[in-house]
């Protein structure tokens, strides 16, 4: 059986692109988020993506398909919100389970497809965990700095029933990712784990931090040397950073990462900075450049896009990482 492991050691592996990027595409409206079953529900639905996996099940499978045909090697569940913390905006907590278990199982079946199709070149599924809306760290009230929306408990069941569905639905490893507050990731760490050991099984976990501008740190203020620090007690497959900034920007912080980790790297840029409207401008040909020096520069393990990317974006960064070597990291020898 090929496992990711394997696969990471032997080339750069790429990630998908921007699952909410290739929803607008198809301009979905009111009734199309809500389908049959959720014809009369009290609340409005339109914007919930994850939702489209029980509503529009075919449009997700055909996305996943389409960053397949592109080169992908990894594609992630449409699941980023798939949280009771983030689905209570909709009023749909008790649906969290479905949501993920069915996500995971389109996925599933897509990447299954392509695996048969091309034995050599095994095609993975991740688990997208998203950061919540809620922040462990910091208050929403100016007034109240003491005060948090949220506690690292709540986070920590919240995420746990997500990873549960996750793997039900046969997922090959975990992303944690989008990360703003390092302590919402050790509350999805710490779930995994205690799945981990209840399940007594062991799952490749992806990490990724988002830098969220040119001071080069977190949103809850971390630099990239302590949020390393912060997540390197667990065993990972792989910590990056994604989103926030396009790939020129986010380069000086890849090479202060690789350089300083014994885990692969991994990145998934915005296909550049948002424009005046909140969109994403950069070509696939303009980002396959900038994604050229990551690979010049040995940085990366795993690459792909994020927000404005699609799959012409991954094909491009596909192309052109199939010309480079996987960064190397270090055998650490006990004395």
């Known amino acids: 059986m090929n496992s990711i492991t394997n696969e990471i050691q032997k080339r750069i592996l790429i990630l998908d692109g921007a699952m909410g990027t290739m929803l607008q595409q198809y301009n979905f409206s009111e009734e199309d988020f809500r389908g049959e079953r959720f014809k009369d529900y009290p609340t409005s639905l339109k914007g919930n993506n994850d939702l489209l996996s029980l509503t529009q099940p075919k449009a997700i499978a055909e996305i996943h398909l389409k960053y397949f045909d592109a080169g992908a090697d990894i594609v992630e569940t449409n699941t980023f919100s798939g949280t009771t913390i983030a689905m209570a905006d909709y009023q749909m907590e008790d649906l969290v389970y479905e949501l993920n278990y069915e996500s995971a199982k389109i996925a599933k079946a897509v990447a299954d497809e392509f695996t048969k199709r ?17 922040t462990a760290s910091l208050s929403p009230d100016v007034n109240r700095p003491e005060y948090r929306a949220i506690t690292f408990n709540e986070l920590r069941i919240a995420y746990k029933q997500q990873v549960e569905a996750l793997l039900d639905g046969g997922v090959d490893l975990l992303l944690v990712e989008t990360i703003f507050d390092t302590l919402n990731a050790k509350a999805a ?27 080069g740190r977190t949103l809850s203020g971390q630099t990239v040397e302590a949020f390393l620090t912060s997540i390197s007690h667990i065993p990972l497959l792989s910590v990056g950073f994604n989103c926030a900034l396009g790939a020129e920007q986010l380069q000086p912080y890849l090479k202060r990462l690789s350089r300083e980790t014994n885990f692969y790297t991994s990145a998934h840029p915005n296909a550049g900075l948002p424009n005046a409207f909140g969109e994403y401008d950069e070509t696939p040909q303009q980002m396959q450049v900038f994604i050229e020096s990551y690979l010049k520069d040995d940085l990366i393990n795993i690459i792909g896009g994020c927000c404005g990317t699609s799959p012409a974006h991954i094909k ?8 480079y070597q996987p960064r190397k990291i270090a055998v650490e020898i006990d004395e």
Not at 125 to 133: D, E, H, K, R, Y
Not at 316 to 323: G, L, Y
Request: charge should be neutral; charged fraction near 25%; proline fraction near 8%.
């Open 118 to 134: 091309e034995p050599k070149k095994p095609r993975f599924v991740a688990g997208s965990i998203g950061p919540t809306n809620k």
């Open 316 to 323: 491009a960064i596909a192309e052109v990482a199939a010309k």
């Open 189 to 215: 760490l710490f779930a995994i784990d205690e799945v981990k050991v209840e399940r007594n099984i062991d799952i490749p976990i992806m990490v990724s931090g988002t830098i969220t501008d040119a001071s």
